[in-house]
């Protein structure tokens, strides 16, 4: 089978397509012949290692699994002989975190993994990059910002894959959502719901009237210091990008004030938390409140230049 593998970090370049032999699926584990895979920033950050802290987990000199990617979608070829719950040529989809990659043809996941039967009415294009941008916003919005009906939330990255999903999860919870984006997006995360759009290129919403029960800044350019004073009295900054300034804000926040700065590593909370999540995700694209927004599709064989574009 053809597989993508990465044996430094570095530039796109490391990206080298190759053969590699089919896996066979463990007792409790299921053989997916994948029809999509995503890339995304998180993905392009990985690739470089960055940021440094994360080598901790996924290796401190080069990756520990050489095949790149996490989410998924495809169709089931192969069950191991314990396997319950799922058949050969189920549609699939679901994430692999930090395991073997899914920029691959072929791939096994556990049966108790991060992996559901995909929805009828999406594609597998759709299904694939939904563990990667939604599954982190709604761990976000849900178990972090805690976002309640008539709240106002501000979303830095707006028209991302974190960041279009969260546009909709939010709206889906009751929030007035405000977008950031840049000024080609404006119209992208007006269509996704959001009740106002900031060009960040023209306005700086720090420096506006408007106060905001919670600012999710899914991309990591902005700082909980420059935040603070448009967020009301117990307002929450998070980020799923932890750097240096906003750990020592984590830190200070949590020993004295009410506006807090909050970070949450999506991918290693427990496969049971994150199915729970994943399970309402299915619910809400089944029923058409939540769309996967994709920028471009590459082959397998391209995966360096859909890196570039990311």
């Known amino acids: 089978m053809k597989t993508i593998i990465t044996t430094k970090y570095g530039s796109p370049d490391v990206l080298k397509v190759t053969e590699a032999v089919k896996p066979i699926p463990k007792e409790d584990e299921i053989l997916i012949k994948i029809e999509a895979s995503s890339?995304?920033?998180?993905?392009?950050?990985?690739?470089?290692?960055?940021?440094?802290?994360?080598?901790?987990?996924?290796?401190?000199?080069?990756?520990?699994?050489?095949?790149?990617?996490?989410?998924?979608?495809?169709?089931?070829?192969?069950?191991?002989?314990?396997?319950?719950?799922?058949?050969?040529?189920?549609?699939?989809?679901?994430?692999?975190?930090?395991?073997?990659?899914?920029?691959?043809?072929?791939?096994?996941?556990?049966?108790?993994?991060?992996?559901?039967s995909k929805p009828s009415n999406i594609s597998f294009e759709e299904a694939a990059p939904v563990c990667d941008g939604a599954l982190t916003s709604m761990s976000f919005l849900k178990d972090i910002g805690h976002i309640k009906p008539g709240q106002k939330i501000l979303i830095n990255g707006a028209s991302g894959s974190l960041g279009s999903a969260a546009v909709q999860l939010a709206k889906e919870f009751g929030a007035e959502v405000t977008g950031v984006c840049s000024t080609s997006n404006i119209d992208l995360v007006k269509t996704l719901g959001a009740d106002n759009a900031i060009d960040y290129t023209k306005i700086d919403f720090t420096k506006q009237s408007t106060h905001y029960d919670v600012i999710y800044d899914t991309v990591g350019t902005l700082s909980f210091s420059n935040c603070k004073k448009v967020l009301t009295a117990n307002g929450i900054f998070m980020s799923p990008v932890l750097g240096m300034p906003l750990l020592f804000q984590m830190i200070k926040s949590g020993i004295s004030g009410r506006k807090k700065a909050k970070f949450s590593a999506t991918g290693l909370r427990p496969v049971s938390e994150l199915n729970i999540l994943f399970k309402q995700l299915k619910e809400l694209l089944e029923k058409g409140a939540l769309k996967t927004h994709i920028d471009k599709t590459y082959p397998l064989e391209d995966i360096s230049k859909a890196h570039q574009y990311v």
């Open 39 to 116: 890339v995304t920033a998180a993905d392009s950050m990985m690739r470089k290692g960055e940021p440094y802290y994360g080598r901790l987990f996924i290796g401190l000199t080069k990756p520990k699994n050489p095949v790149p990617g996490t989410g998924f979608a495809g169709t089931i070829e192969a069950i191991g002989k314990e396997v319950k719950n799922f058949k050969v040529g189920e549609a699939v989809f679901g994430e692999i975190v930090l395991g073997p990659g899914t920029n691959c043809e072929y791939a096994c996941v556990p049966e108790s993994g991060v992996v559901l």
